[in-house]
């Protein structure tokens, strides 16, 4: 009966904390929709607004690319049993995508059969 109600509670948990997420992405969607709209149609200032907003929140593009890379090693290591430190390193100078192609290759030896 309790693995029955942890399970439930689990799942509402994991609908409550996706529906956050979900809501978060619309919301910055539509922040993102309303600011291209606001801008004026072909000019090549808004180059430069993206340009100086990356540089005036460099720290979070890069503490959120780190965030994003920690994870992928994660990734790596548990489901290729590779190492963490060097799957983060190999993340850090690629791109975690281009890193879990690399990794994910797995040489399989031929069986010899007697």
């Known amino acids: 009966m309790k693995l029955f109600s942890d399970k439930h ?8 904390s996706g529906g956050i997420v979900v809501y978060w992405l619309i ?3 539509v ?3 309303h600011w291209f709209v606001d801008l004026p149609a072909y000019s090549n200032g808004w ?3 993206i340009g ?3 540089i005036n929140n460099l720290s979070i593009i890069i503490v959120v690319y780190l965030v994003i890379c920690l994870q ?5 290591e548990f489901k290729y049993k590779k190492n963490f430190l060097k799957a983060f390193l190999l993340a850090i100078v690629m791109t975690p995508p281009l890193m879990m192609v690399i990794w994910g290759r797995k040489t399989q ?4 059969s007697k």
Do not use: H, N, T
Not at 9 to 16: C, M, N, R, V
Not at 72 to 76: D, E, F, L
């Open 9 to 16: 509670l689990s799942k509402a948990l994991f609908l409550i």
């Open 27 to 29: 919301k910055g969607l």
């Open 31 to 33: 922040k993102l929709y």
């Open 47 to 49: 180059w430069l607004v």
């Open 52 to 54: 100086r907003f990356c």
């Open 72 to 76: 992928v090693a994660g990734i790596a």
């Open 109 to 112: 030896p031929e069986k010899i």
